[in-house]
């Protein structure tokens, strides 16, 4: 495991594969304590509106101190159980850090375990209460972990994105130069699956150098020619080998739909 460039996470894993996580900045990190900030005391406030019509039945004053005393205590629970029993729960996100895009790792990029959540969110205190140190620490450290990342050995990356099945196998996209399919093609019923695979892979190759592509052009037309059957005076052996391919491939696309 090492640090690779500012900002980056670099993982080796036992198939020694290296994986680079980004880890999230100071920015992106308060922005997301700010949401679960939110939250957490609007949790508080319902928890000490609950609490706070049982303490209202005290008939003493020691009744009234003990369950004002309790009712402050519930409300420190609640704020600190959200970060706490959420992070547990969906593998190192919150509210906020799902907002975000983030989500909490072991330095080793695996999923943080419960003590190692219960370890950052009870040093939580430390880092938001003691003159705001924990923006601090982060601010200076290259990979922003606060006092609770460094203590339970964790940090805060940004999520992979993910490709969904069909965007990950998508044949690339056919760049045609033209939209006009021309006029009907001679023996194009003769074509199958085969010929309308090999107009795609070559139209979705912008990239070849013109030589190589008028090579290949011509290459094709000729093989072309020879499935269409097309006869020696026909006017499609006079079109530019590009453009006869950019019609057949229109042409077949339109049959097949």
Do not use: C
């Not at 922005?31 to 406030?45: E, G, R, W």
């Not at 004053?61 to 969906?90: D, I, K, N, R, S």
Request: proline share 7%; aromatic share 6%; glycine share 10%.
């Amino acid at each position: 495991m090492g640090t690779g460039p500012p900002d980056t996470l670099r993982v080796q894993t036992a198939d020694n594969v290296s994986l680079g996580y980004s880890t999230a900045g100071v920015g992106s990190r308060m922005a997301a304590q700010l949401i679960d900030s939110t939250v957490a005391l609007a949790l508080v406030f319902v928890a000490l509106v609950a609490a706070g019509g049982l303490v209202s039945r005290a008939s003493t004053a020691q009744g009234l101190a003990w369950g004002a005393g309790a009712a402050a205590a519930f409300a420190g629970f609640v704020y600190f159980g959200y970060f706490l029993v959420y992070e547990a729960v969906t593998g190192g996100r919150t509210l906020g850090k799902r907002a975000l895009g983030l989500r909490v790792v072991r330095i080793d990029g695996s999923a943080p375990d419960v003590t190692a959540i219960l370890v950052r969110d009870v040093v939580r205190v430390i880092d938001l209460g003691l003159f705001g140190v924990g923006i601090v620490v982060m601010f200076f450290h290259p990979l922003s972990r606060r006092l609770g990342d460094l203590a339970a050995g964790t940090v805060v990356v940004r999520e992979r994105s993910t490709l969904s099945l069909a965007a990950a196998t998508a044949p690339p996209p056919v760049i045609l130069r033209t939209p006009d399919a021309g006029p009907p093609i001679e023996g194009i019923e003769r074509l199958g699956t085969s010929e309308q695979n090999a107009l795609r892979v070559f139209l979705s190759r912008p990239g070849l150098t013109p030589q190589l592509r008028a090579k290949l052009a011509g290459d094709l037309a000729t093989r072309l020619y020879e499935r269409l059957q097309l006869p020696p005076q026909a006017p499609e052996r006079m079109w530019p080998p590009e453009l006869l391919i950019e019609r057949l491939y229109l042409q077949l696309d339109m049959r097949s739909r």
